[in-house]
C-alpha cells in the first residue's frame, strides 16, 4: 500500500472507530459532558452563552469545545429539525479523531517511524477508560492539539504551532503548560518566537476579551468552583485520585491499572531518553535527538499532573486524560524510534523493540476489552463519581419540564442533564451568576494581597451585585431508597441507591443546599 493510501485508511479507519466507539458511550455520558453540551445547545438555538436558556453564564470549561459542538447541533438542527448535541458530540468526536489520525501521519513521516507507530499511539489514546468516560467534554480536543502542535513543531511550521498553540488555550486554560515545553524543543519553533506569539494572540486572544468583558471573567468560573469544593472530596485530591478510583466497593483496579500503564511506561521512556540525550557514555543518533519536541510534549504530561497535585483540585477523572494521552502518545513514538534504529542497523532483527512493542499494544488490547465490559452500549462510564446515571436523570429532567410549569428550581449540585433535559429554569453555581458571584466575592476577599489586584482586574467587568433568584422549588437528594410523589429513585455505582425529591418553596431567595459528599 502507498503511503498516502496508508495515510487515507488510517484516518478513515480511526473515524470509523471512534463512530463505533461512541455508540458504545453515547448513554453513558456524565453529567458534566451535559453541562457542554446544554451550552452548546442554547449557543445553536438561540446564540446564547447560558447552561440554562435565560441566563448568562461562564461556566464552560472549554469555549471550543462548545462552539464545535453549537455549530455542528445547529446544522443537525438544518437537516432533522431537532437540536440534538448528543448525536453532535458524536459527530464532533469522530472529526477530532481524524484530525488526530492525520497529524500523526505527519508526526511519523518527521520522524521516519514505522507506521505501527502511529497506529498505536492512537490505540493509547482511544481506549483509555478516563477517556471514553468523558466523551463529551473536550477530553478529544486536548489530545488532537498537542498532536497538532506536534507535527507543527517537528515541521518547524512556526504559524501552523502558533494556530493549534492558540486552539489548545481554547479547549483548555491548563494546556497552556504545554506550549512552550515542545516549542523549546523545536529549533525552528524558537527561531520564530515572535510570530508563533503573534499568531497564538489573534487566534486566541478575541475570546479572551469576549469573556473578560462580556462574561465577566477571562477565566471560567469553574476555577473559583472547583476550588472551592475541595473539601467534598474528603482525604482525596487530584494527586491521590488515581488511588480513590481503584479503592472500595466501587473501585475499578483493574481498569485503573490498564488506563495508567501506557503513561507509566512512558515517563520511564521519557526518563531514558533523557539520559541518552545527554550521556556522553552513549552517543545520541540524529533519530534520538530529533525527538526533543516529543519528549516535550511528554515532559508536559509530567509537568500537568505535578501542577494539578500542587493545586490539589478534586480528582475529576477527565483531569487525567491530558498527562495520560501525553505520555502515551510519547511512549508510541519512542517505541517506533527504537524499532526503525534497531532495523537500520545491519544485522539487527529487532527482536526486543518488536517485543516491547507487542507488549505496549496488548495493553490497548487490554483497555478495549474492559471498555467492551462495561456494556454493549454503557449505561453508565467505568469512571464516574455521579449520584445518578444519565437515563436516570433525563427520566427527572423530562418530569421536571412537565411539572414546574416555568418555575425556577435549584438543584443540589449535579445539574448538566438535568438542564439539558428538562430545558428549564433549573439553578445553581454553575447556571445562575447571582449564585457564582457569591463564590466570586469570596474568593477576592480573601485572596492574598499577591493575588487580590489579579482577581480584581479578571472581574473588572463583571457585575458583582448580582442576587440569586428567588426559587419556586428545590431538588434535594438523599441516600437510600424513595417513594412518593416528586419523588425519583436513582443509582449510580458510586453512591449506590438513592432518590431525588422535587421540595415546593415559597419564592424565597436560593438558600444554599449542602454539598453532599463524594
Same mark, same amino acid.
Given at each position: ?75 443537525? #438542527? ?33 520522524? %521516519? ?157 521519557? $526518563?531514558?531518553?533523557?539520559?541518552? %540525550? ?62 526503525? =534504529? ?26 478495549? $476489552? ?8 454503557? #449505561? ?20 421536571? %419540564? ?8 435549584? *438543584? ?10 428538562? =430545558? ?8 445562575? %451568576?447571582? =449564585? ?6 469570596? =474568593?477576592?476577599?480573601?485572596? *492574598? ?43 449510580? #455505582? ?25
Amino acid at each position: 500500500m502507498t503511503t498516502s493510501r496508508r495515510d487515507v485508511a488510517l484516518v478513515a479507519g480511526t473515524g470509523l472507530t471512534t463512530a463505533l466507539i461512541f455508540l458504545l458511550v453515547r448513554h453513558g455520558l456524565v453529567d458534566d459532558a451535559y453541562i457542554t453540551l446544554s451550552y452548546a445547545r442554547n449557543v445553536a438555538q438561540h446564540l446564547h452563552w447560558g447552561l440554562i436558556p435565560h441566563q448568562v453564564a461562564n461556566t464552560a470549561t472549554s469555549p471550543l469545545n462548545v462552539v464545535l459542538l453549537a455549530v455542528t447541533t445547529a446544522a443537525i #438542527r438544518i437537516v432533522t429539525g431537532h437540536a440534538d448535541a448528543v448525536w453532535a458530540a458524536g459527530v464532533v468526536s469522530v472529526g477530532l479523531a481524524m484530525l488526530m489520525a492525520w497529524c500523526w501521519t505527519r508526526v511519523v513521516r518527521a520522524l %521516519r517511524l514505522p507506521f505501527a507507530a502511529a497506529v498505536l499511539g492512537l490505540a493509547l489514546v482511544l481506549t483509555n477508560p478516563f477517556l471514553l468516560s468523558a466523551i463529551g467534554l473536550e477530553v478529544l480536543l486536548g489530545p488532537a492539539l498537542l498532536v497538532a502542535m506536534l507535527a507543527a513543531a517537528l515541521e518547524g511550521r512556526v504559524g501552523w504551532f502558533g494556530i493549534a498553540a492558540g486552539l489548545t488555550l481554547l479547549a483548555r486554560l491548563d494546556l497552556a503548560m504545554f506550549i512552550p515545553l515542545i516549542a523549546v524543543a523545536s529549533p525552528a519553533i524558537r527561531a520564530g518566537w515572535r510570530r508563533l506569539l503573534a499568531t497564538l494572540a489573534a487566534v486566541a486572544g478575541p475570546w479572551f476579551v469576549f469573556s473578560w468583558v462580556y462574561l465577566g471573567s477571562v477565566v471560567p468560573d469553574t476555577l473559583v468552583i472547583r476550588t472551592l469544593q475541595r473539601h467534598i472530596w474528603g482525604k482525596w485530591d487530584f494527586f491521590n485520585g488515581p488511588v480513590m478510583y481503584a479503592s472500595g466497593a466501587a473501585g475499578r483496579p483493574n481498569a485503573v491499572a490498564l488506563a495508567f500503564a501506557p503513561a507509566v511506561l512512558g515517563l520511564v521512556a521519557l $526518563v531514558g531518553w533523557s539520559v541518552l %540525550r545527554r550521556s556522553s557514555r552513549w552517543r545520541a543518533s540524529d533519530s534520538v535527538r530529533r525527538l526533543g519536541p516529543a519528549a516535550g510534549l511528554g515532559a508536559g504530561g509530567v509537568a500537568y499532573y505535578l501542577a494539578l497535585s500542587a493545586i490539589r483540585p478534586g480528582p475529576y477523572h477527565w483531569y487525567y486524560v491530558p498527562p495520560a494521552a501525553a505520555l502515551s502518545i510519547f511512549l508510541a513514538i519512542a517505541l517506533g524510534t527504537w524499532v526503525s =534504529e534497531e532495523r537500520a542497523r545491519p544485522g539487527r532483527r529487532a527482536v526486543a523493540p518488536v517485543l516491547a512493542f507487542g507488549v505496549v499494544a496488548l495493553l490497548a488490547l487490554g483497555n478495549t $476489552v474492559r471498555d467492551v465490559k462495561q456494556g454493549v452500549p454503557w #449505561r453508565s462510564p467505568i469512571f464516574s463519581t455521579n449520584f445518578a446515571t444519565a437515563s436516570d436523570y433525563a427520566r427527572i429532567g423530562r418530569a421536571l %419540564r412537565a411539572r414546574v410549569a416555568g418555575a425556577t428550581v435549584a *438543584s443540589y449540585g449535579e445539574i448538566g442533564t438535568l438542564a439539558y433535559y428538562c =430545558e428549564c429554569e433549573i439553578v445553581d453555581v454553575y447556571s445562575h %451568576r447571582g =449564585e457564582a458571584v457569591q463564590l466570586i466575592n469570596h =474568593e477576592v476577599d480573601t485572596a *492574598s494581597p499577591l493575588v487580590k489586584p489579579i482577581l480584581r482586574l479578571n472581574y473588572a467587568w463583571l457585575d458583582r451585585d448580582q442576587k440569586p433568584p428567588r426559587l419556586g422549588y428545590a431538588l434535594a437528594y438523599r441516600h437510600g431508597p424513595g417513594s412518593g410523589p416528586d419523588v425519583w429513585q436513582v443509582h449510580s #455505582r458510586w453512591t449506590g441507591v438513592g432518590h431525588v425529591r422535587l421540595i415546593r418553596l415559597r419564592g424565597s431567595p436560593l438558600a444554599p443546599v449542602p454539598e453532599l459528599s463524594h
